[in-house]
Structures are given as C-alpha cells and as structure tokens.
C-alpha cells in the first residue's frame, strides 16, 4: 500500500470540521464528528501498518509499534497539556492539574468519570487513539493472523456500538460519548476495513462524491448532547467515511479525489495533528467574545502558526529521533511514500 495524498485531505476536512463546531460556526452543528472521521482514518492506516508483519508480529516488533506512537504523538501532547495546565494555574483555576490527566492519555476516563471540563477536554480523543494502538499490537502479537484480527476488529466494533446504543437507552449521553468503551467503533471499523479485501466498485468517483455529500449533510445537520448524536450521526459519520475510504483505495476517485489531494488541503492534513490539539484552548476563549465568524478566523489563523511551529521544530525532530534518523528539510506536501510514512 502507498501513501494517499487524499487521506491528508481527509485529515483537513475533519480538523476543519471539529474547529468550526468549537467556534460556533453556522452550518457546523455536527462538527463535533471529525472526530469520528479522524478515527475511522486512524484504525484504517494503524491496522493497514501491522498487517504486512503480522504473521512474524514478535514482542520486539511490538515494542517498537508503540514506541513509534508515543513519539509521534507524546513530544506535542506533552508541551500542550504543560503550557495549559501553567496558564490554568497561574489564573488559579482550579481544575488546572486536568491537562495532566490528557499527557497521560486519560482524557476520556477523565472527562467521562470525573464529568468536568477543561481547556484539555479535547485530548479524550487521543486518549482513545492510544487505547486502541495498545489493543491492536496486543491483538497481533497474540492472534499473528490477518483473519483471526479480523474477526477480533469485527468483535470490538459490534461491541462498542452495542454499548453506546445501550448507554444511550439509559440517558447517559456523557457516559455514551466520551467513555472509551462507548466511543471507540470508528477505530475498530477502520481498522476491519483494512483487513477486507478490496471490493471491485464500478464508480469508485461516484462513490467517493456521494460519500462527501453525506458526510457533509451530516456535519451540518447532527446536533452535540442528543441521543441521536450516539445513536444515529456517529454511525452515519463512520459508514461515508468507510464509502470514502473504498472509493479512495482505487486510485480512481475522480473529481472529489482530485480535491481531497488539492495541495493546500494535503498540507493543513499533515499539520493537523497541531491544529486540533491547540485549536481548542483558544476556541474557548474566543467564542463567548467574538462574533462565530471572526471566532473562526482568528482561532484558525491563530493555531495553524502554532500548528506550523509545533510540525516543524517539535513534531518532526522527534518523530524522527524515533525512527533514529536526522530531521529532513520540511516540504508543504508529501511525497509518494509508503503508507507507514502517514503513521510514523
């Protein structure tokens, strides 16, 4: 498997998405579902990476599957909780120890047992991304099988989904939303997506535009705390996103392709690991003062300069300390790399 530009693009869409949602942006009421795109995308590539060792899948091999991840994802998470838990601190919040919880990849136990917010609450979706890396290397470590992982991958989503649907009949939207044993199905869907053959589809552009369309309708439409939002728009998020990633895989996905690997959008995806962590404190602060559109503006320009910064003199050199090699120059947009490349 190669390295898709679109899927960068696909990045962009959610991380614009959920950033509009923080700011009140009109038209966004379901924004809050990037997330569920970004998980989706997630398990897809996190699985797509172990497979092709599965079957020598060693502890050795394991160990540096995480260590890969925590690299990646630590450095930045860690000077972003640090900066908001002084800043929380020094205006004497009191709940300024709670980005802590988030470096330590709490954030979803956190937000959904202790039930109080933060300028961190968003870090519960990483939180969860780093729950499932841990379950997929210890799945292909002990299964060291594509279509025992399969069926394992098949097992997590229907469980997952079948709880937060239970949750929801409970009226316990908080519970059902960020729990990671309720909000977790688009890893376990994406990452069965990966272990399925490629089907033959007749209109991979057709597929791929419509699928947009949806997935646009629904971020615009859904509502945040409603019961529909656990029973119905997280599984209409993770379905489009599934007909995207089909529709994608062929290299074939015509127009709307063609737009999703548009340069500038291949760019705003590889920063948007940055963007979503530090987008949100600054949301938060901006949208009870400002007008939702000007919120928008500044929050965006605001966090993609830090976005840009954090890529380029934190994210990157340690990623690459991970891999044990030297920093490389930073390009604007990727190069046609394996697939391991996105993920690293």
Known sequence: MTYQRELDGLRALAAIAVLA?????????????GVDLFFVLSGYL???????????????????????????????????????????????????AAPLHGALFMGNTDRAVLGYASYSVHTWSLAAE???????????LLLRSARRLCYALLAGFVGVTLYRLG????ADWREGFYSPFAHSSGLFLGGLVATLPPPRIRYPGLMVGVALVALAA?????????????????????????????GLRTGQSGLAGRWLGFGPFV???????????WHYPVAVLLRDTLPPVPAFVVTFAFSLALAAASFRWLEQPM??????????????????????????
């Open 319 to 344: 990623r690459n300390r991970g891999r044990g090699q030297r920093a490389p120059a930073p390009a604007a947009a990727p190069m046609r790399t394996p697939a391991h490349r996105a993920l690293a």
């Open 130 to 140: 780093m729950q499932f890396y841990i379950l997929i290397g210890l799945l292909a």
């Open 167 to 170: 949750v929801a009949s409970v």
């Open 46 to 96: 996190t699985t797509s990476l172990i497979l092709h060792q599965i079957e020598g899948f060693s502890p050795g091999a394991f160990r540096r599957f995480l260590s890969r991840r925590l690299w990646r994802l630590w450095p930045l998470l860690i000077t972003f909780c640090g900066a908001v838990a002084l800043a929380m601190w020094l205006a004497g919040d009191r709940y300024a």
């Open 218 to 246: 629904v971020l615009s439409v859904a509502q945040f705390r409603t019961f529909g939002a656990l029973m119905l728009w997280i599984a209409a998020t993770e379905l489009a996103t599934v007909l995207l990633l089909l």
């Open 267 to 277: 760019w705003l995806g590889q920063l948007s690991y940055g963007l979503y962590l």
């Open 21 to 33: 949602f923080h700011t009140r942006l009109p038209g966004f009421g379901g924004g809050f579902l």
